[in-house]
Nanobody
Framework: QVQLVESGGGLVQAGGSLKLSCAAS????????MGWYRQAPGKQRELVAS???????NVADSVKGRFTISRDNAKKLVDLQMASLKPEDTAVYYC??????????WGQGTLVTVSS
């Protein structure tokens, strides 16, 4: 089992920046895929960005060039640096670990609100 705790959400004006962090505890493998998803009101949860154990990243087109994902295996951390935020980025952001390609673990979520 692994537990995930997100931090760093909040209210920011459009054009601003925020950094989300997710700390994992419990059983953790450096081969775990780590990622960030978000869910806006009335919408389905969507992938924002993910990073493999080897450091290969996958970033959604909607945030490409604005958001950067990184991880620190020794500290069991995955960060999401968000810049040039837009009101449409408003959502609850969830940290995710995907293990063995099929087992998902989720954090409790952190709210990001971008005001226009």
């Amino acid at each position: 089992q692994v537990q995930l705790v997100e931090s760093g959400g909040g209210l920011v004006q459009a054009g601003g920046s925020l950094k989300l962090s997710c700390a994992a505890s419990g059983v953790f493998f450096s081969s775990d895929n780590m990622g960030w998803y978000r869910q806006a009101p009335g919408k389905q949860r969507e992938l924002v960005a993910s990073i493999t154990g080897a450091g290969v990243t996958n970033v959604a087109d909607s945030v490409k060039g604005r958001f950067t994902i990184s991880r620190d295996n020794a500290k069991k951390l995955v960060d999401l640096q968000m810049a040039s935020l837009k009101p449409e980025d408003t959502a609850v952001y969830y940290c995710n670990i995907r293990r063995w390609g099929r087992v998902d673990y989720w954090g409790q979520g952190t709210l990001v609100t971008v005001s226009s």
